[in-house]
């Protein structure tokens, strides 16, 4: 057995996917459940129901006037569309002024962030910056934590991560004032939202076989959409905001008994040069897959320190690898715009559900439900058509659909029926960039890479509240400048390397020389037979991983 196969065969002999893996695969799959949760938390815990002005001598503090009363219709000007102005009112001398005082409906909700604080009308932009405070912490969770699990380990990662989501999401909910709940509310999102998330998905993608990568890593997308169910399942049963926020807060208590249940990634332990866990750790799994199957321990603890005296030659990698070469540059570069144009189209079309009338929590937990259709069918043809050619067509068609939209009235069905297929779109190719981009980069740096490319999303979902207030000088220009990016994203996306039924590549060397001179044009569309993942070269084939050992296995 050569050393550089040592690795490749060892993890062979678990199968692509056992018991084993689909204990690990759960327990790591509930980090994208309550990523989703936190994620969208503040749609109920800082709702702005609909709103109009407190007019002076109609409304009292024991009751408000009815909203189509002739005293209010009198008192508060009518929008375009007929309904009454949100921020607007008449004074005495029938002259328009702004509301200092507002009426919110309680139809839905009669407790909320936004209702408490009134962020409405000129503090409109306040509720928009707290959603912007939660990605950027997600955003520097990404990259932060990204970059630290490579060094310290997934698992360790994750377990602080899940601890501290349970402590901060609980806390958030009794802060009493604005500023401080900015601030409590970037840490939250750091470990509530990035910190476990990423490393569980990591760990997956390690573990898994290749024929099993698909359908776990879209997986992942189908468990966040559920958590946004949860967050409107729980939002219509509980009114209370602060109780809310608490039961939020508590999911974080499903990832505790990870500390003593699940197992750090053995590709991981065997890149630190920590041979000795990682079999440890595979024959466990063999066992619990029932299966008979006996390592030679020592053999294999030695190959690996050869290995790891070799690398050790070498500084340990970091996320600056990426864009030390120039192939792994560019497929960085591209990568990075592909997560930042998905997370763009992806919050700008949820958030215009916004703008669709009904009961606001079924609008949300439908908005989640239409993803499945879409994992779906990104888990059947994935593997058949690619991941470029998939992920490609399904951007520039969502992007397509979320310029349309911008050009017809809301309210429609027509208008309704372009969101939704433009949210069934973007979600599929959303799901696909993970698992691309977990397949694409090397061990030494994957958890980096789409730590990185997490962050990219997160500064795009922390743009997106921000973009949506232009619909001021013009409601088309939030939509379109989401579609055109990701129309010029799914357009680069065809430059990708393929990286169906390959090998994933372990060193920045592989990493390197991975795909190069395949790109969706060369290739026919992805329909080119037997792509040599790797350039012939002697000096960077003595770290992959060879090809007929995976054809043996797939």
Known sequence: MDKEHALEEMMG????????????????????????????????VAAVPEHRCWIEGVDTNQMAAAWNSSEILAAIPKTPSGGLDNCLMFTEYNETATCEKWVFDTRYRTSSRAIEWN???NRRWRGA???????????????????????????????????????????????PEY??????????????????????FVLTMELVGSSKRTACGVSFQCAFAFGIMLVAGWGALIDNRQILQVVYGLHGLLLIPHIWIMDESPRWLWAQGRPKEAVDIVQKALKFNKSDEVLDRALLVSKGKIESSKDSEEPSASTLDLFRTPNLRMKTLNICLCYFANSLVYYGLTLSTGKLEGNP????????????????AVIYFLDIWGRRLLMTSMMII?????????????GTILSTVIVIAGKLFIAGSFAIVYNYSAELFPTVVRNSAIGLGSMCARLSGALTPLITLLDSFDPKIP???????????GFLCCFLPETMNQPMPQSIADG??????????????GKRENIDPYSIDDKAAESMVPLEEINKKV
């Open 398 to 410: 969502g992007g397509g659909a979320c310029i349309t939209a911008a050009f017809i009235p809301t």
């Open 129 to 175: 910056v707290a959603q912007t405070v939660y990605m950027l912490g997600v955003f520097t969770g990404a990259v932060f934590l990204g970059g630290l699990a490579d060094k310290i380990g997934r698992k360790t990662v994750f377990c602080w991560s899940g601890a501290l989501q349970l402590i901060l999401g609980v806390i958030v909910a009794f802060v």
């Open 479 to 489: 939509a379109v400048i989401f579609g055109l990016v990701a129309l010029v994203s």
């Open 512 to 525: 390197e020389n991975f795909g190069k001179g395949d790109t969706c044009f060369t290739s026919c569309l």
């Open 179 to 200: 500023w401080s709940f900015l601030v409590v509310t970037f840490f939250y999102a750091i470990f509530g939202s990035a910190g476990a998330y990423i490393p569980a």
């Open 361 to 376: 929590y079924l609008i949300t937990a439908v908005f989640g439900l239409v993803e499945f259709p879409s994992y779906a």
């Open 13 to 44: 002999k678990l199968g692509d996917f056992g018991r084993y893996q689909g204990f690990q695969f759960f327990l790591h799959i509930l980090a994208a459940m309550t990523a989703g949760l936190h994620m969208l938390s503040l749609v109920t």
């Open 119 to 121: 962020l409405v009308c």
